[in-house]
Structure formats: structure tokens, C-alpha cells
């Protein structure tokens, strides 16, 4: 056999495999609009998510991440196209990640994206993504703000050292529900380093769930006020709280 020739058994021998990936291919566009479509019938549409579920790319995964955009009635048809949405994107294994974090870029919602990724990342590798995610968003006001909601959410589930100096900032944001989940997300890391960063939202914080969440924290965990945060501290105190001479916490 000659040098030509093994060029060529070469090339035969890809060419199934470049003609199996141009099907599978043109086998997701042809779902991936019925998939995605709210006004279609609710056959058509399940009949397309299970055919997209069954090719396990991520042109399928990209499609059926589409079904987390809107709702239907009733609920227990909306929930069984999502799950079944959901494990057909986990069918595709490593090849979904990149259209998660596509979709992730401009999705209302990331409860599915996030729930997703827990399953097919390892827990550093999760952690990490959802602090990228998050830094997307910066502290200001913003109109819609439920993805940022649900990263912190997600996020106090953790003790990873990547998150503490990513959350704190949020200790500071315009929302109230954000800084009530930072605190919880910050706490939730078991370090009492983060006690200054704390002291200052309390001193700045308006919202009294917000404070006895930050003071509750301190008491479960016997944290110390330093000396030099006491009269700060006292000042900013609900009337159940008091901070004792040793600088405990406690609650009357």
C-alpha cells in the first residue's frame, strides 16, 4: 500500500464519523424549534424533546435549554417537559457546558442552569462558575435582579475560600434581599475574618431582617466583636441584642 493510498483509508475512515456529527446535527434543527415552542401542540413538543434528549450534543443541549424560558398550564405538563428538558441536557454530558453558560449570559432564571451544572461539574469546578457568573452583576440597582438572587442562594450551600472575597462586596448592594443572602452566603464560610466586613454592613444596614441576621450569626457561632468595633457595634444593635465585655453577641 502506498503512501497515497493510506491518505486515503485515512479520509474513509473519518468520514462516517464527519457524516454521523452533519446528522446529528441537522436531526437537532429539525426539533429544536418545537422544542423551544411555547404555542405548539403539547405533543409536538414533547415528541421534540425526547428526539433532541436522544442525540446527546450540544446542538440538542442548546435547543432544549430553550424549554426554561417559559411556562405552561398546567403545571404538571410544564414540570414533566422541563425534567425531561433537564435530562436530556445531562444526556450530552461535558458537551452542555458551554451552551449553559451561553444560555446562562441572558436568562431571566438561572435556577435550571445552576441546577445543571451542580451535576455535571465537580464541586470546585461549580463553585468557580457560579462565581464567574456572579461577577457579572455589580452592587448597584438593577431592575430585574433574580439571577443575582439565585447565584447567592446557591452559593451559601458552600465553604470554598473563592467565595468569601467574591460575596462580601454584596454585603454593601442597593437590594435587601441580595445583602440578606450575602450575609447568609458569608456566614455560611466559618471564617471569622469576615467578622470587620459584617460589623460594617450592621452599622450601615437599614433593614432589621438583614441586621438580625448578621447578630444571630454571630451568637450560633460565639464570634468576638474586636475591641476596636464594640462601640460601633453597640451602636447599631436592635434593643434584643447586647454585645457583653468579652465582645460575644448575645441575645436577651
Known amino acids: 500500500m502506498g503512501l497515497f493510498d493510506l491518505f486515503k483509508g485515512g479520509k474513509r475512515r473519518q468520514e462516517p464519523e464527519a457524516d ?20 405548539a ?35 404538571i405538563t410544564d414540570q414533566d417537559e422541563k425534567d425531561g428538558a433537564y435530562q436530556g441536557i445531562l444526556a450530552a454530558g461535558q458537551a452542555a457546558i458551554e451552551p449553559i453558560r451561553a444560555f446562562s449570559a441572558k436568562a431571566e432564571s438561572l435556577a435550571w442552569p445552576i441546577k445543571l451544572l451542580k451535576e455535571l461539574l465537580g464541586e470546585d469546578a461549580y463553585i468557580e462558575e457560579l462565581l464567574l457568573w456572579l461577577g457579572r452583576w455589580d452592587t448597584e440597582y438593577a431592575k430585574f435582579i ?8 446557591a452559593l451559601e450551600e458552600f465553604k470554598h475560600p473563592s ?39 450592621l452599622h450601615e444596614e437599614e433593614s432589621l431582617r438583614v441586621k438580625n441576621r448578621i447578630l444571630d450569626g454571630f451568637v450560633a457561632r460565639g464570634w468576638r466583636v474586636p475591641e476596636e468595633l464594640l462601640a460601633k457595634t453597640r451602636k447599631a444593635l436592635p434593643p434584643e ?9 448575645v441575645k436577651r
Open 241 to 249: 441584642y447586647n454585645v457583653d465585655g468579652d465582645g460575644l453577641v
Open 146 to 153: 433574580d439571577p443575582k438572587l439565585q447565584l447567592l442562594a
Open 41 to 75: 401542540q403539547n405533543y409536538d413538543r414533547q415528541e421534540a424533546i425526547a428526539e433532541l434528549s436522544e442525540l446527546g450534543t450540544a446542538e440538542a443541549a442548546t435547543a432544549l435549554l430553550k424549554r426554561f424560558t417559559f411556562n405552561l398550564d398546567p403545571s
Open 163 to 201: 467565595i468569601l472575597p467574591k460575596v462580601e462586596p454584596f454585603l454593601e448592594d442597593v437590594n435587601g434581599d441580595a445583602r440578606f443572602l450575602a450575609v447568609g452566603t458569608v456566614l455560611a464560610q466559618e471564617d471569622e475574618g469576615s467578622v470587620p466586613a459584617l460589623v460594617a454592613a
Open 20 to 39: 454521523a456529527g452533519k446528522l446529528a446535527s441537522a436531526a437537532a434543527a429539525k426539533w429544536a424549534e418545537k422544542a423551544g415552542d411555547k404555542r
